[in-house]
Nanobody, 124 residues
């Protein structure tokens, strides 16, 4: 059974940075999609970034391109999201996800394992 545990969220001022971490267990993840979504209360979950397999370049949402960087450490079963130049509109609960092999798309339903989420709040 796949388990995902996020950490690293918190409160930061606009323009600041945060690094989210996700510890994954229950499977060998090298050939599976891994990524991040976020959700603002009252809105649907929104794609942030994903990579289709270990070593592949991540795909980013336009809203975070150039500011966020996703990395995978497959030896440690860890996924990271470095978030720079944060804006108030980045405030959300951020979820680590695992999806199908060789997939880096934006469809929420394609990702079948989700963490519990970590809150990121950016003050303006």
């Amino acid at each position: 059974q796949v388990q995902l545990v996020e950490s690293g969220g918190g409160l930061v001022q606009a323009g600041g940075s945060l690094r989210l971490s996700c510890a994954a267990s229950g499977r060998t993840f090298s050939y599976y999609a891994m990524g991040w979504f976020r959700q603002i209360p009252g809105k649907e979950r929104e794609f942030v970034a994903a990579s289709s397999r270990a070593g592949s370049s991540p795909h980013y949402a336009d809203a975070v391109l150039g500011r966020f960087t996703m990395t995978r450490d497959n030896g440690k079963n860890m996924v990271y999201l470095q978030m720079n130049s944060l804006k108030a509109e980045d405030t959300a609960v951020y979820y680590c996800v695992v999806g199908p092999r060789n997939y880096d798309g934006t469809q929420t339903v394609a990702y079948d394992s989700w963490g519990q989420g970590t809150q990121v709040t950016v003050s303006s």
